[in-house]
């Protein structure tokens, strides 16, 4: 692959790890596509080790970012029923307020769906911040599965 298609690739990667973070764009498929694309045009045997090295990272972050946040909401009895509420708040959040409403529309929902069930403010609003430290948890394990990923497209880089 020449200089600029790696560097374009390194681009695109850059564009998915930012994803992750936002979680506005599928992060971790745009990363692991970015390798694909350079495995492709690279060919050989060290091109496919690396994505295979990326592929099993995002694949095994994507298992435990839902194993973990799961575990973690059931451990604080947040039903999924809440989340549901709160992505749906969040997904017209989106749209209604710029650039902060995925996240205003996320917590308003988680609130509101958990101040329901619960029928208290107080309790409703630790169920909340529970549900924010489960999308953190499984926003950093996303991340770290990309970055072993986006790792290992740097050593196939260097060797190739």
């Known amino acids: 692959?020449?200089?600029?298609?790696?560097?374009?690739?390194?681009?695109?990667?850059?564009?998915?790890?930012?994803?992750?973070?936002v979680q506005v764009l599928p992060g971790s498929v745009i990363?692991?596509?970015?390798?694909?694309?350079?495995?492709?045009?690279?060919?050989?045997?060290?091109?496919w080790v690396c994505f295979a090295v990326g592929a099993a990272a995002v694949v095994v972050a994507a298992?435990?970012?839902?194993?973990?946040?799961?575990?973690?909401?059931?451990?604080?009895?947040?039903?999924?029923?809440?989340l549901v509420w709160g992505g749906v708040a969040g997904v017209v959040g989106f749209f209604v307020i710029p650039v902060v409403g995925l996240l205003v529309g996320f917590v308003a929902g988680v609130w509101l769906a958990e101040l329901v069930r619960r029928r208290a403010a107080?309790?409703?609003?630790?169920?909340?911040?529970?549900?924010?430290?489960?999308?953190g948890i499984s926003i950093l394990v996303e991340l770290a599965g990309a970055l072993v990923a986006t790792g290992a497209w740097v050593v196939g880089l260097v060797l190739t």
């Open 122 to 135: 107080g309790p409703a609003w630790r169920a909340t911040v529970v549900a924010l430290q489960a999308t």
């Open 31 to 47: 990363v692991l596509g970015a390798v694909l694309v350079w495995a492709v045009v690279t060919g050989g045997t060290t091109a």
């Open 63 to 82: 298992v435990v970012k839902y194993l973990l946040a799961g575990r973690h909401l059931l451990r604080h009895e947040i039903s999924s029923s809440t």
């Open 1 to 21: 692959m020449s200089a600029w298609g790696e560097v374009l690739v390194g681009l695109v990667i850059a564009v998915g790890l930012a994803g992750v973070v």
